[in-house]
């Protein structure tokens, strides 16, 4: 499966069959849940948005059998982090965001508003996805990320092994999340 969304923001990696699928920069999906709990009148602190964007990764992926982002997920005190998510908007700390993740156009060097242009049924279906999280205080995301045995707390407890970079791999994730094992 592709994504059907247009843009400049994504990367272009082979899947599990080998297929080229493209993957959107967490910056732009960051940017998509941020414009979503705005409509909705839903304030997002910086590390509910790192959660967030890191169940709906994990949920698109189980779901549509390939990775929605293509940013490495590394697993800090508090949960799941982008690294681009958390640089990108630490200078709110946990007060609610109220500005939108940047990018540098590689073809004019300029900085703009990173952003993801979805089709009618892919932009339906990633709301959806958001709107699964979006209510949950960070508090509440926190928890659900440290769930005993899952990815995160696998990944920082090291399960027994070194993990350099602390990184939560897309493998571990669709190892532990199954339909119904959360929400």
Same mark, same amino acid.
């Given at each position: 499966?592709?994504?059907?969304?247009?843009?400049?923001?994504?990367?272009?990696?082979?899947?599990?069959?080998? $297929? %080229? @699928?493209? *993957?959107?920069?967490?910056?732009?999906?960051?940017? =998509?849940?941020? &414009?979503?709990?705005?409509?909705? #009148?839903? $304030? %997002? @602190?910086? *590390?509910?948005?790192?959660?967030?964007?890191?169940? =709906?990764?994990? &949920?698109?992926?189980?779901?549509? #059998?390939?990775?929605?982002?293509?940013?490495?997920?590394?697993?800090?005190?508090?949960?799941?982090?982008?690294?681009?998510?958390?640089?990108?908007?630490?200078?709110?700390?946990?007060?609610?965001?109220?500005?939108?993740?940047?990018?540098?156009?590689?073809?004019?060097?300029?900085?703009?508003?990173?952003?993801?242009?979805?089709?009618?049924?892919?932009?339906?279906?990633?709301?959806?996805?958001?709107?699964?999280?979006?209510?949950?205080?960070?508090?509440?995301?926190?928890?659900?990320?440290?769930?005993?045995?899952?990815?995160?707390?696998?990944?920082?407890?090291?399960?027994?092994?070194?993990?350099?970079?602390?990184?939560?791999?897309?493998?571990?994730?669709?190892?532990?999340?199954?339909?119904?094992?959360?929400?």
């Amino acid at each position: 499966m592709e994504h059907a969304a247009t843009g400049t923001d994504s990367l272009h990696q082979p899947n599990s069959k080998g $297929e %080229v @699928t493209a *993957m959107l920069d967490v910056r732009a999906i960051a940017n =998509v849940i941020l &414009d979503r709990a705005h409509a909705q #009148g839903i $304030e %997002v @602190t910086n *590390m509910a948005l790192n959660k967030i964007a890191y169940f =709906v990764h994990c &949920d698109y992926m189980v779901e549509k #059998g390939e990775p929605l982002v293509g940013a490495k997920i590394e697993a800090w005190q508090h949960g799941p982090v982008f690294r681009e998510i958390y640089h990108e908007f630490k200078r709110w700390a946990d007060a609610p965001i109220r500005s939108r993740a940047k990018k540098v156009d590689p073809h004019s060097g300029n900085v703009e508003i990173a952003k993801v242009t979805f089709g009618k049924e892919e932009g339906g279906y990633i709301d959806g996805l958001i709107d699964r999280y979006i209510h949950f205080s960070a508090g509440q995301l926190r928890a659900i990320s440290h769930t005993k045995g899952g990815p995160w707390h696998i990944v920082w407890g090291h399960d027994g092994q070194s993990n350099p970079g602390m990184k939560i791999t897309n493998e571990l994730i669709v190892e532990h999340y199954s339909p119904g094992v959360r929400q």
